[in-house]
């Protein structure tokens, strides 16, 4: 590996640095510890290589800089064999944004350390979240919760979705997400997001969703749509599954009732599922599979969110939420994602997670139909 001298390098935050004392050969033991891994380095003055090295790895000042600041402590082969090394092992990360950006970002540098860690590229990896653009429909339970955690990630945009008044139940979400009762979910969310993630964008619909023209308006200019259907009408999930089908919009469904949760199938492939599949399946695969399809029928009636049938375990809708956050920063980052083709169940009481493959339903009404529309 060649270095530059014109290089500006960093230390990722989260690395403990300890020498051990000299063995009988006179070798010392530098190491490396984050929260993944653990390195090793015998060699001689380890101890200077901690107290004089490292700390000028800030990323303000270029290889060459830190030469002449070094001066003749060191030599020159010693601190290109360090630098080398802790390059090689992605313990440092190259900067190529000046300062002030650094500074902009700085309550993502932890965050970005993982990633450059985990083997991105920092500038390539915050550059495909903050261009990344998400609508969230539903912000009463699992909805809310993943729209705040995307932008505590660093999301650039989020469209929050929701014609819904904050209700008491909400304030047992979060204790600071919802502060006044009968204010609109979206308002909200948006206040607690600009509260904690400067860098995110956001822009509340409250509009009434129940037709089509108003639905693909919000998914024409988006990557990724998620709808909590813990949190919305089952009538808007199933619009959003026939709708993203027909834009090629990824979908994520995910929700809570109870002491269980769900997320998945991410709706994207031509090949793969849709909502509505998993959705035919899990009602034919029912106890009393006649009484799933009449509560369905009456929810697709209703067109408005149903809290009221619905009694539900906070936590539960945490950590839903939480993993559609998770599923969807790995799939900007192009890391496997645990609902591509499936859907993961959570089960509070046995405290497990389960995947479960969802077949694609041969004559479903949403995608089988637009596949014989674009033959």
């Known amino acids: 590996m060649q270095l530059n001298n014109a290089q500006r390098l ?37 101890r200077d290589v901690e107290s004089i090295v490292l700390p000028l790895l800030d990323g303000s000042r270029t290889i060459g800089e830190i030469k002449v600041e070094i001066g003749e402590k060191l030599t020159d082969a010693s601190i290109n064999q360090c630098l080398k090394f802790l390059m090689e092992n992605r313990l440092v990360e190259e900067l190529l944004e000046d300062a002030d950006d650094l500074n902009i970002r700085a309550d993502l540098l932890p965050q970005m350390s993982l990633y450059h860690e985990l083997g991105f590229q920092q500038k390539d990896a915050q550059k495909q979240l903050v261009k990344a653009r998400i609508a969230v429909f539903g912000l009463g339970g699992s909805g809310m919760i993943a729209a705040i955690n995307l932008a505590s990630a660093g999301i650039g945009f989020l469209r929050l979705c929701d014609d819904v008044c904050t209700l008491t139940a909400d304030l047992m979400m979060s204790d600071s997400a ?115 399809l009449a509560i369905e029928r009456f929810l697709d009636r209703e067109r408005r969110s149903q809290p009221r049938l619905q ?65």
Request: charged share 20%; with cysteine; net charge negative.
């Open 178 to 292: 919802f502060n006044q009762i009968g204010a609109l979910r979206g308002v909200e969310t948006a206040r607690q997001i600009a509260a904690i993630a400067e860098i995110t964008e956001t822009e509340i619909v409250t509009d009434n969703f129940t037709d089509d023209a108003t639905v693909n308006a919000l998914l024409e200019d988006v990557d990724l749509v998620i709808v909590a259907t813990d949190a919305v009408s089952v009538n808007l999930a199933y619009r959003l599954n026939r709708l993203c089908w027909q834009m090629q919009r990824p979908l994520l469904p995910g929700g809570a009732a109870g002491v269980e949760g769900t997320f998945g199938p991410l709706v994207l492939a031509q090949d793969g599922p849709c909502y509505l599949c998993y959705r035919m399946r899990s009602i034919a695969c029912a106890k009393l599979p006649e009484a799933e």
């Open 10 to 46: 960093r230390l990722l935050e989260h690395i403990v640095v300890h020498v051990m004392p000299s063995d009988c050969s006179g070798e010392e033991t530098m190491i490396f510890n984050t929260t993944r891994r653990t390195l090793t380095v015998k060699g001689q003055a380890l």
């Open 311 to 375: 009694e539900t375990l906070p936590i539960a809708q945490m950590l839903v939420g939480s993993y559609l956050a998770l599923d969807t920063i790995k799939m900007f980052l192009g890391l496997p994602i645990a609902t591509d083709g499936k859907l993961v169940h959570l089960d509070l009481l046995g405290t497990k997670l389960t995947h479960n493959v969802v077949l694609k339903k041969p004559g479903c009404p949403h995608c089988s139909q637009q596949e014989r529309i674009s033959e």
